[in-house]
């Protein structure tokens, strides 16, 4: 995979140590005997002969798997280690982390985004209930009133972002929603991009409302095609603008 500097590289997975494969085994306890968020992992699971492992050990594991965000340990009476809830936006964070120092470039994200996302609206097209529909108007909204300042009119262009947060969360399949969201986290914080929805566009806004307004009516028609056809389009338009504003950037710095 490349990025906007240089390529990412994916280094062979290194020999896992004693704490991180208990870490592992515990996990699968918890999901092999059906615990749920806020229940008590059972005290005798940790033990030493048990885990066939120091006590040591068996804290630096438990370490692991509260950082993780898989765990929650509380002391005093009725204390102990609790199952917890990863949230999506603990997932995201974690993640995004990866590219923290060497960032993806625009193309890198619009590659996924243009297979992804056509696919995702097609998998809504006639299931879009009420409670889906009066959230995506929600996001529109945003772009009722003209921009006064500057500020207005970039949070209306990370909204035109969040219209297709809302999209992927409505996914039946979690796993795309989750791909599409994050690809659209990487774009939404990416330095470059943030400068580039600074920029005064009046006609992103319309060009933005239009295609929203059109998915909304070709999801509630049931038109999968239609609507998969049209977010294509919206992505390619997306990636062609946003590669354009880049290089523009780029060439006056350079000039500068």
Known sequence: MTTGNTPLVVTPPKRRKRSDMLAARIRDLISQRGLSPGDRIPQEWLAE?????????????????????????????GGGAFVTALSGEQAMDLLSNLFLFNQPGIADIYALRKLLEPE???????????????????????????????????????????????LASLAENQLLGFVCV???????????????????????????????????RLLKAGDAEGARRLMREHMEDAERYMLERARIRSQASRES
Do not use: W
Not at 49 to 77: D, F, H, N, W
């Open 49 to 77: 002969e048990e885990m066939k492992a120091s006590k040591g050990t068996v804290r630096e594991a438990m370490k692991a798997l509260e950082t993780q965000g898989l765990i929650k340990t509380r002391t005093g009476p």
């Open 182 to 216: 994050f690809l659209q986290t990487l774009l939404r914080d990416l330095t470059e991009c943030r400068a580039i929805y600074a920029e005064p566009n009046p006609q992103l806004r319309e060009t933005a409302l239009n295609y929203q307004v059109r998915t909304i």
């Open 120 to 166: 995702l609206a097609a998998s809504l097209a006639g299931k879009l209930d009420e409670q889906g529909s009066t959230a995506l108007q929600a996001t529109i909204r945003l772009y009722e009133n003209e921009p006064k300042t500057a500020e207005e009119e970039f949070r209306q262009r990370i909204a035109e972002l969040d219209f297709h947060s809302v």
